[in-house]
């Protein structure tokens, strides 16, 4: 898990050589409601990592800053509106994934408009931050928990 600083991604995300093809910048967000409780979608079937649970999120598309896409994919996925709550940057995953490279920024958001439904189909689970190791996840978003539980519990 390493940080990196927001301009060094958007210039990957412009350049179009071999190396920056092997770069996938997605984006996750951490939805914490008002009892200290975290959103983990349950990626559903027929999509690559079926049966997983991650912090929900997904690619960056070209030319879209990461918070944008944030606000994007959190309407698509879950039904909500996070442009109003104010998003905080986490955290950073920079991770080999297969051929690729997965770099992952992280928001925290706490605020939001509407109530969070699976709208591809995902189940969708409000867990505490010690529950998480209980949920199958993804490589990437596994080195979260430790600083989640920091975060939420201390
Ligand atoms: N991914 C991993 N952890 C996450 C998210 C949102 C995404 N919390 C990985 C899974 C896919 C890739 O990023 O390999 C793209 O995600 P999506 O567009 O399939 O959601
Ligand atoms: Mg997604």
Not at 9 to 17: G, K, L, S, V
Not at 71 to 89: H, K, N, Q, T, V
Request: charged content about 25%; proline content about 9%; overall charge negative.
């Amino acid at each position: 898990l390493t940080y990196c600083r927001e301009r060094d991604i958007r210039m990957d995300t412009t350049r179009n050589d071999k190396a920056a093809s092997r770069i996938l910048l997605v984006v996750a967000g951490v939805l914490i409601d008002g009892e200290g409780r975290i959103l983990l979608a349950q990626r559903p079937p027929g999509k690559p990592l079926a049966g997983l649970w991650e912090f929900p999120g997904g690619k960056v598309e070209p030319h879209e800053a990461p918070e944008q896409a944030l606000i994007r994919e959190m309407y698509e996925e879950l039904g909500i509106d996070i442009a109003s709550g104010c998003l905080a940057p986490f955290t950073f995953v920079s991770e080999n994934v297969g051929s690729r490279h997965l770099l992952m920024p992280l928001y925290l958001c706490r605020r939001w408009r509407g109530q969070p439904v699976g709208k591809e189909g995902q189940a969708l689970a409000w867990v505490t931050a010690d529950q998480l190791d209980a949920y199958p996840m993804p490589a990437p978003d596994r080195p979260l928990i430790p600083l989640l539980k920091e975060l939420l519990l201390g």
